[in-house]
Each structure stands twice: as structure tokens, then as C-alpha cells.
């Protein structure tokens, strides 16, 4: 970390800061300019770092405390300067060829997610979503069929030989959610459940974390931090929309967020261009423009009868229109050396 000293720093404080930090156990290097003075501090464990940050910024002769290192470790790009490839049971995401998950946003019936999954793998899919404990802003309104929908979507990718991605809410039921699930789902309203993520982190289920829809990509790092240190090395991020002013939109889908975590993390990163726009007329655009700008998956919502769906019908794809956009998605791929 990098100490800048307040300009009315004396030479006592400038002392007293060198030999906390000496302390601390850091190699201390001082640079005195005219104006003022800057610590480089350098050499103590990770764990450590945040706290001698706080105490170091609540002296009033230090200006501010800059950290050098990323607060996160597992996640960098550094690790993995090729980007890492996250295997589900022989389905990768984060390979050359781009994964594709998609299905009903939520499981409503044994029917109406075999219908949505015939269709999705008959488009390329290999990949079924369906949620089973769905997080509502209203207590009011469905909250998923819970085992029942586990065991039906499980069944259903079987016949169709599709893997299973679904959300986990309750760090309680991630065991159960490991039986039925090849991928967890952390939603972006738990991005930040740190007891959740380190229930995740103590299985070896991939997991994917949506970003908070109000997290900073930083933020969003960390929470895949967690998971990492605390063991299960499969994870992948998915962007699904961060809330701005705009309302035409459900929510403001940040494609920068690709290309920004690329050069951050060797984490695979999914696109979902659903929850990214609450607008079934705005997501084959949103899907070409994620394949372009480098998106390893993308997570769609395709629903049999949208006007009947229990949740998020509005920016479902029908299952007849699936395929036929997939098809035109085909070529963007191919021209940047991918696959779908
Ligand atoms: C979903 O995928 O249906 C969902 C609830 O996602 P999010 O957590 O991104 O809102
Ligand atoms: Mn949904």
C-alpha cells in the first residue's frame, strides 16, 4: 500500500506512521518531497491488509491510504493468464466455444419445462436453467415449487441429456441443491450472502455468481473471492443488468462488464440478456452484441407460452423463436473464432 501523509504531516507523525507499519512487519519506503511525504508499504499477508488500512486512514496527519495489490487473488487475472475453463460434467464454459443455458425463468410444471427444454436443446442448448426457490421483491408472489421443481427439472434435463443450472437461496440447502444441480445459481439479490458463498465455496458443484445489481465490478470480484479461497475453484460470473436511472429497460445490462472483467480475472463470464432488459423485443440484440464482445455463455429465458407464465413472461422468448435466433447468433460467433 501507498501511504500519502497530509501535507501538515511533522516529521514525528511522518515517524510514527513508518514505525507502525515497521511493526506490522512492513518493508518501509519513504519518499520525502517538498510538499509532502509517501510511504511505500510493502510485504505483509492479504488477510491483514484492510484492517491496517482503516487504522492507518483514521489518523489525521494521513491523507489517504492507497492499496497496490487487488483485493482479491484466486479471481486475478494473473492466475490464469489464458482465462480458465470451468467443466460441467463435460459441458465447458469459458472455452472456445460459447455455452448456451437456457429454459423457463422459473420451473412451473413437469409440461411446461419439458416443452421449453425440448426446445432449447433442440436450438443448441446444453444447458437447462429453471428456477425452483425463486427470490420475489414481493412475499406475495411465487416463490417456486422447491424440491418438487428440483426433481422436475433434473428429470427433464436427463431425458434430454442437458445439464442443470438453478438457484440456491438458503446456504441450508445447498447439499440438497448439489443433488439435483450442476451448476448453482447465486441471484444477484445474494451476491453479496457471504455465509451462502462460502457454503458454495465448501462444495465443488461450478458455480455461478450474478453481479449485485448494484455492485461494482471490484465488488463482484470479491464475492467470487470467497468461493475460490474457500476451495471450490469452478466459478463463473454472470452479468445480468445493474439498476441506473433508466426505467424503459427492467435494468441497464453492462456489456463493458465483459471485457472490463477479462482484463481483471481469469473467471468465465455469462450474459443474460433477460433479466438485463425485462424486454423480449430487446434480447436477440443483447445476445449479439454479448457474443461479440467476448460473453463465454448466455443464459436466456425461453418460456413455451409467455402470456401464461408465473414470472418474467414479458421477456421470455417463445420456444418458436428461440431456434430461428439462435441461427442468426451462429455467424456473429464464427466470425470472431467461436462456436455455439
Ligand atoms: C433468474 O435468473 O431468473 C433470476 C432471478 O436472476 P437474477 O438473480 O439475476 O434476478
Ligand atoms: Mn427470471
New binding site residues.
Given amino acids: 500500500m501507498i501511504i500519502v501523509m497530509a501535507g501538515h504531516a511533522t516529521p514525528e507523525q511522518i515517524a510514527d506512521v513508518e514505525k507502525r507499519i515497521a511493526e506490522w512487519g512492513y518493508g518501509v519506503h519513504p519518499i520525502h518531497g517538498t510538499e509532502r511525504t509517501v510511504i511505500g508499504a510493502v510485504g505483509v499477508p492479504e488477510a491483514d491488509k484492510a484492517r491496517y488500512m482503516e487504522s492507518l486512514e483514521s489518523l489525521s496527519y494521513v491523507e489517504q491510504v492507497i492499496a497496490i495489490i487487488k483485493p482479491y487473488k484466486f479471481a486475478s487475472r494473473e492466475l490464469h493468464p489464458d482465462g480458465s475453463v470451468v467443466d460441467v460434467k463435460g459441458v465447458k464454459v469459458g472455452g472456445n466455444q460459447i455455452a448456451l443455458m437456457a429454459g423457463p425463468?422459473?420451473v412451473e410444471s413437469y409440461d411446461q419445462t419439458m416443452e421449453s427444454a425440448v426446445a432449447c436443446k433442440a436450438a443448441g442448448a446444453t444447458i437447462l436453467?429453471g428456477?425452483a426457490f425463486?427470490?420475489s421483491t414481493s412475499v406475495y408472489s411465487f416463490q417456486g415449487l422447491g424440491l418438487e421443481g428440483l426433481k422436475i427439472l433434473k428429470a427433464v434435463a436427463d431425458s434430454q441429456d442437458m445439464r442443470v443450472i438453478t438457484?440456491v437461496m438458503d446456504p441450508r440447502n445447498v447439499d440438497m441443491v448439489c443433488e439435483y444441480a450442476d451448476i448453482l445459481?447465486i441471484?444477484?439479490?445474494n451476491m453479496q450472502n457471504y455465509d451462502l458463498l462460502r457454503e458454495v465455496g465448501r462444495v465443488k458443484t461450478p458455480v455461478m455468481i450474478?453481479r449485485g445489481m448494484w455492485a461494482k465490478i471490484e465488488e463482484w470480484l470479491q464475492a467470487a473471492e470467497y468461493v475460490l479461497a474457500g476451495g471450490n475453484p469452478n466459478v463463473m460470473l454472470?452479468e445480468?443488468g445493474i439498476r441506473t436511472f433508466e426505467t424503459y429497460t427492467r435494468n441497464t445490462l453492462d456489456l463493458s462488464a465483459v471485457p472490463a472483467v477479462k482484463e481483471l480475472s481469469h473467471l468465465p463470464v455469462v450474459i443474460?440478456p433477460?433479466?438485463g432488459t425485462g424486454r423480449r423485443s430487446l434480447v436477440e440484440a443483447m445476445c449479439r452484441a454479448a457474443v461479440a464482445v467476448g460473453a463465454d455463455g448466455l443464459?436466456i429465458?425461453v418460456h413455451p407460452h409467455p402470456d401464461r407464465a408465473l414470472k418474467?413472461g414479458a421477456q421470455s422468448l417463445t420456444t418458436g423463436d428461440f431456434g430461428p435466433m439462435m441461427d442468426r447468433l451462429r455467424p456473429i460467433a464464427q466470425s470472431i473464432g467461436r462456436s455455439i
Fill in positions: 425463468c422459473t436453467r428456477g425463486k427470490p438457484e445459481q441471484g444477484t439479490r450474478k454472470c445480468r443474460d433477460s433479466q443464459l429465458e418474467d
